[in-house]
């Protein structure tokens, strides 16, 4: 952190921005808060590394509690225009036996299934309704590159782009940069990794049009699980996991060695490897870690999302808990704002209130991928019994809630929200 004793902002060569909320980082956490932000009658200011809503290899599975978020905020619709994949739930495959079953339809409509959506649609609808509000303003293309302090108090960020930089001076400023937030660590708050999945994902799509799952199928397969699902529009999403850093070995045996381990890996796809897959450069590999930072608040400065906590992309939950963590954030920011309090411990009851839900969802990842990638006879064994108890009872009905749910309390509070 910087203290504020510098040159103007003009003889910088920057353009000096105040408002009440500087929120740095507009993906889906960011972009949401800051819409609540706005219907609420708060001034917010919008910090975005990327020129565009183009996300390659980012969350594109919504869970109903991101929608029910989404619908609540009036945005799904649009979202829906934009195109999307509806998809039943998660299915776990071995040898094209199926293994395991996770049902939405068990749900309570209207958001009884996942949603496979480009998170650019979700970003552009929620952007463009950011900009009908006078008090928004949005610096794409630029990142944060210092945060701004008087004594311990953060009060803005110094972002820089191609065409010179912005201060913005802010009340409070919200970290949503994601997973490798430069927020977090310009703010000296330890990202907290956990390395408990010791896997990397390989990612690459398929055009298949006519071979659709309408389901997020794990495939288990030697060597590593392939998670395969719908992307809109009419393209398989496929993750295939390796041991961490396994993958600079493999990769140096060339494209055909890569391509057959593929097609080992999933038979049924082999076709469409052998035609779409024409170099490594089609294929993107991306570190799976989880993490939960030591701390969500300082004076003047608060985390959500992926830069609080950070999730593998089994059980597809990043999403859901950005979205819900804008939702949460919301009631306690407007009430600093009123109060006049934005202190680490006021702004520090966000971190109270969510991290039970966040240590909950680390678990159940963590029971997912054991139970459903471990090979061994007690937990084959195991297996079907679980795959009844979640399939018929209520036992099984209340952890397919959980999943799809998080924590279904949470719910966006329109009744602050202001006439336009
Ligand atoms: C390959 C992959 C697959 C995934 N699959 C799923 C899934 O199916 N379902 C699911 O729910 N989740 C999934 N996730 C996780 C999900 O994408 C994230 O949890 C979710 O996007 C988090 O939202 P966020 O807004 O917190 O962060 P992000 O989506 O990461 O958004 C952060 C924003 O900050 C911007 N930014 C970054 N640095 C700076 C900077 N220095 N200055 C200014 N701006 C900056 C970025 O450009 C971005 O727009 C997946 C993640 C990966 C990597």
Redesign the pocket.
Not at 24 to 30: D, E, I, L, W
Not at 316 to 322: F, K, W, Y
């Given at each position: 952190m910087t203290d504020d004793v510098r040159p103007s902002a003009e003889e910088a060569g920057m353009t000096d921005v105040k408002d009440d909320v500087c929120i740095?980082?507009?993906?889906?956490?960011?972009l949401a808060l800051a819409l609540l932000l706005l219907r609420s009658g708060v001034g917010v200011v919008v910090?975005?590394?990327?020129r565009s809503l183009e996300?390659s290899?980012?969350?594109?599975?919504?869970?109903p509690g991101?929608l029910a978020v989404l619908g609540e905020l009036g945005v799904l619709p649009g979202v829906l225009d934009r195109g999307a994949h509806e998809l039943s739930g998660f299915r776990l495959l071995a040898d094209g036996r199926v293994l395991m079953s996770i049902d939405y339809n068990r749900l309570p409509p209207p958001y009884n299934h996942l949603l496979s959506v480009p998170?650019q649609h979700v970003l552009g609808e929620l952007l463009a309704l950011c900009e009908g509000y006078e008090r928004f303003s949005y610096l794409p293309g630029?990142?944060?590159r210092e945060l701004l302090t008087e004594g311990s108090q953060v009060t803005g960020v110094v972002?820089g782009g191609p065409e010179g930089g912005y201060r913005v001076a802010a009340r409070c400023v919200v970290g949503?940069?994601?997973?490798?937030?430069?927020?977090r660590t310009l703010a000296g708050i330890d990202a907290g990794r956990i390395d408990a999945f010791d896997q990397d994902?390989l990612?690459f799509k398929l055009l298949a049009p006519d071979r659709l799952t309408g389901r997020v199928q794990i495939h288990r397969a030697a060597g590593g699980a392939v998670i395969v699902h719908d992307s809109y529009p009419g393209r398989l999403q496929i993750?295939w996991t390796l041991p961490h850093r396994g993958y600079q070995a493999i990769a140096e045996r060339g494209l055909e060695h890569v391509k057959q381990r593929l097609r080992t890996a999933l038979p049924r796809y082999a076709d469409l490897i052998d035609e779409q897959v024409t170099s490594l450069h089609d294929l993107t590999l991306?570190d799976v870690f989880a993490g939960c930072a030591d701390e969500w608040a300082r004076d003047g400065l608060v985390l959500?999302?992926?830069?609080a906590h950070?999730?593998g992309?089994l059980g597809?939950?990043?999403?859901?808990?950005?979205l819900q963590d804008a939702a949460l954030l919301h009631p306690l920011l407007i009430n600093a704002l009123r109060t006049g309090d934005l202190s680490a411990g006021a702004l520090g009851e966000f971190a109270r209130v969510r991290r039970p839900d966040v240590d909950r969802v680390v678990k159940t990842q963590l029971m997912q991928s054991r139970g459903m990638l471990t090979r061994n006879p007690v937990a084959d064994a195991i297996r079907p019994v679980a795959t009844t108890l979640i399939g018929r009872t209520p036992i099984g009905k209340k952890i397919t809630q959980r999943i799809a749910f998080g924590n279904p309390a949470i719910r966006v509070h329109s009744e602050l929200f202001v006439s336009d």
């Open positions: 740095v980082g507009g993906g889906p956490a960011g910090v975005e590394r990327s996300r290899y980012r969350g594109e599975i919504l869970q991101g998170q630029y990142r944060i972002a949503a940069d994601g997973r490798y937030s430069r927020t994902v990612w993750g991306l959500i999302g992926d830069a950070t999730h992309p597809a939950q990043g999403i859901n808990l950005a």
